[in-house]
């Protein structure tokens, strides 16, 4: 699929070059693979590797690249969440949400924090916890807000926040 092609110019920001976010599924997907591709062999850092690897849904070859990365930088918050998500990815719901709360309550009061949430939500959304998934939305959502956070972030919040309102509200 090509980022001009089919709306998806519209999906939130991945996070990475020819990553976006499908908004029906909040998952992320490769919507333009000469991008990513280029992008990823221009990189240095293992964890756009690892994130690839994750949207790929191959947890298992994210998981081994993501022990070598952690070994070399145990503190990385990205790499740690990254860590949860292989959880997530390999629908082990329950343990990837312990793990994002975990990150919600260390980023607390850090620039982390609404990036935490924004995942938490993901994995709440996952494992059909549709209710929590809005609380993690909105909170990441008016965190992203109150820090004046890049349009992008507000608006992928903004998506997944609707996004889960309205399967909660068909749920009700």
């Known amino acids: 699929m090509r980022e001009d092609q089919g709306g998806t110019i519209e999906w939130p920001d991945g996070g990475f070059p020819g990553i976006r976010i499908n908004p029906d599924t909040l998952l992320s997907e490769i919507v333009s693979e000469e991008t990513c591709a280029a992008a990823l062999e221009a990189s240095t850092d293992p964890a756009d590797q690892v994130l690839v690897l994750l949207v790929e849904g191959r947890a298992s070859d994210a998981a081994e690249l993501l022990a070598e990365a952690r070994y070399k930088d145990p503190e990385s918050f990205t790499l740690r969440a990254y ?82 309102r309205d399967v909660f509200e068909l749920a009700s």
């Not at 292989?86 to 709360?101: I, K, M």
């Not at 995942?119 to 998934?133: H, K, Q, S």
């Open 83 to 164: 860590e949860a998500d292989v959880l997530r990815v390999s629908h082990r719901y329950d343990r990837a949400v312990e793990l994002f709360r975990q990150l919600v309550s260390e980023a607390h009061g850090t620039a982390n924090e609404a990036l935490a949430h924004q995942y938490l939500g993901r994995a709440y959304f996952a494992a059909g916890n549709i209710g929590a998934a809005v609380e993690s939305f909105a909170r990441a959502l008016d965190l992203r807000v109150a820090q004046s956070a890049d349009a992008a972030l507000i608006y992928s919040s903004t998506v997944a926040l609707q996004r889960a």
